[in-house]
């Protein structure tokens, strides 16, 4: 049995499914937040989940009572190994760990790691990280494998609700709106103010625009479609969508955060995008990695200031000016790799 953890968002959880998918849900079982997304998510894959409780804003007291927590739930459950995929919540779980001896290992996605990765670097036995430069700002005594950042192999089945249905399946090319899990506040703006510059495009539109951004503009309704004259719906605003491999499939270019899975979600499809990283995330990462992605091809970087500037003729523009991508990620056997070579590495004691 092998414990997974990961922060609250999609972008920590979904590595983490990837790899619980390769192990099998009777090989693992996941430790969850009680009060975020992450529970939610992988109850929805169908894996076990231990939820404990971390309170960030006790701040020492928070983490001691979910180390406590933590620290209960490993010596119950005895798990062979801990697999940690960043974010602040996975910190009491890897002390707890480190505690009863058992073997760390540490997912990274970004190219500069994480702040809670970088301080348990110490702790793992093994950090797997997507990209090759990480390496540099991490101990140099710890062993760093670039193996790449695990895509799930299979998708919760969503099909599109009937009524937005068509403009998945329309003749005109789709334009895929994702924010992350989260959704992204200037993205949902640029969307909703210029909805008659996109109807007077060619393009449809599906605009996941993660549930507190969607609620606050639409109420409690499922979707909001926007038709153009005819009565075609032609936009399709959405609280979220679990289903993205049909979404991916259908897209003809994604506008898109640049969080690292949603980056090797989009080179696993092969889906071409503009990536408008956020501003404020922590230590820049969003910039250096949507950098990397554009200088691979497949991808344009606008900042989210010029992005809200911008007329959609000319977010068209820079789609259509988007380079081939020059090295496709091979994202198929990462989370077999990875997995594999965690079981070579605790193969004493399994």
Known sequence: MIALCGGGTG?????????????????????????RVDSEIVRRYGFQTVPIAFNKKRKMWGLFA??????????????????????????PVIIAAEWQKIPIFILEQNILPGRVNR??????RVIYTAFTESSRFLPKKVQVKPLGNPVRSTYVSEPPAADWRPIVESNRPMMLVIGGSQGAAALNRYIIERKSEFLASDWNVVHLMGQG????????????????????????????????????????????????????????????????????????HQRINAEVAEAQGGATVISEADLLKLPVPGLIARIHGISPIEFPENTEGVAKQIVADIRKEIRPVI
Do not use: W
């Open 213 to 284: 951004g969607y609620h606050k503009e639409f109420g409690d309704t499922p979707f909001s479609l926007v038709s153009d004259e005819s009565g075609t719906p032609r936009v399709a605003h959405l609280p979220y969508f679990e289903g993205m491999d049909l979404l991916y499939r259908h897209a003809k270019v994604a506008i898109a955060r640049a969080g690292a899975t949603t980056l090797a979600e989009l080179r696993h499809f092969q889906l071409p995008a503009v990536l408008v990283p956020f501003p404020f995330a922590k230590d820049d």
């Open 11 to 35: 972008g920590h959880i979904y590595p983490a499914i990837a790899l619980a998918q390769e192990l099998g849900g009777e090989n693992c079982f996941f430790i969850t937040s009680q009060d």
């Open 66 to 91: 979910a180390i406590r927590q933590a620290n209960s739930v490993l010596k119950t459950r005895q798990p062979r190994a801990v697999i940690a995929t960043g974010g602040y919540f996975t910190l």
């Open 119 to 124: 301080l348990a670097a110490r702790f793992a």
